[in-house]
Structures are given as structure tokens and as C-alpha cells.
């Protein structure tokens, strides 16, 4: 059990955490490439006709969970990256993680790809943080990835 920390240290803490979450979006915002996904489908959705982007596959529920979609693309592209790490740093700490989990999932082939393209896999992943309560709509936003753990989820509540 950790020790709880005094008031003042948790909002210390809270400021230390966003100037970084602010200096990497800022770094991110300057530096970082345009994510595949994200310039190709994500960044076109149009709210009123979300399949006339012929590469957006997901259902159109999708969007609401989005809303930096909208944004001018480097900006949402941004948002996505930080979201997008962000949520697996939530993920693993709630798993149990360490320092040499975060390093080792930070350093996978999966997560540069996921890099590279800037996908919504936080999604899904966000939605096993929540479990089977509030996740599941976000676990059906990608159902090719994680779907099937929604049908589990179904399975054992239905018991």
C-alpha cells in the first residue's frame, strides 16, 4: 500500500504532470510527423458522413469518443499521440506495471508502429481500464481489435 501524499504535494504533482503532458504536446505539436492513419482517415471525417472517408471502418459512434478529429489535423494529430500514450501509461500502472513494463512496451515494435500510423488503439485499451461496465462501448469503437473481449464480457454478465 503506498503512503498517501500531504495536499500540497499532490497539487505540486498535478502541476508537474501537466507542464509535461504540455511541453510534450508542444514538442510533439513542433516536431512530430503526421501519423499515416491520421492524415489518411481520421483527420478527414466529415461528422455528417463519416464513410465518405473510404478508410474509416469503425462504427460512427466512433467520433463522439474523438472530438480533436475535428481539430486542424496537426493539432489532432497531436492529441492522438499524447492520447495514445497516455492511456497505456493509465493501462499499465493499472495492471500492476513497473518501470521496466512501461520500458519495455515503450520500446515494442507494436508501439512505434502505433507511432507511425497515430491509430485510436487507446480506444479499446481505455475501455479494458474500465472494464466491462463503461468500456464496452469503447472496445466496440474497434472491434477488430478488441471486440471479442466485449463478447466475453457479455457472456459472463449474462450468467
Known amino acids: ?18 507542464c509535461s503532458v504540455f511541453a510534450a504536446g508542444y514538442a510533439l505539436f513542433k516536431y ?11 483527420g478527414r471525417l466529415n461528422i455528417k458522413d463519416p ?15 474523438m472530438p480533436h478529429g475535428f481539430l486542424p489535423v496537426r493539432v489532432g494529430n497531436t492529441i492522438n499521440i499524447l492520447l495514445n500514450i497516455i492511456v497505456v501509461l493509465v493501462a499499465v500502472n493499472k495492471m500492476g506495471g513497473d518501470w521496466k513494463t512501461i520500458a519495455l512496451v515503450f520500446t515494442s515494435p507494436v508501439f512505434f508502429d502505433l507511432c507511425r500510423t497515430n ?19 469503447l472496445l466496440l469503437c474497434k472491434p477488430q481489435s478488441l471486440g471479442l473481449v466485449f463478447l466475453i464480457w457479455a457472456k459472463r454478465n449474462w450468467k
Open 51 to 65: 464513410y465518405s472517408v473510404e478508410s474509416f471502418l469503425n462504427p460512427p459512434f466512433t467520433m463522439i469518443f
Open 119 to 137: 491509430n485510436i488503439e487507446w480506444l479499446p485499451l481505455l475501455g479494458l481500464v474500465f472494464g466491462p461496465n463503461l468500456g464496452g462501448p
Open 1 to 18: 500500500m503506498t503512503p498517501e501524499l500531504p495536499p500540497m504535494k499532490k497539487i505540486l504533482l498535478i502541476i508537474v504532470i501537466l
Open 32 to 42: 512530430y510527423p503526421i501519423g499515416v492513419d491520421w492524415e489518411y482517415t481520421y
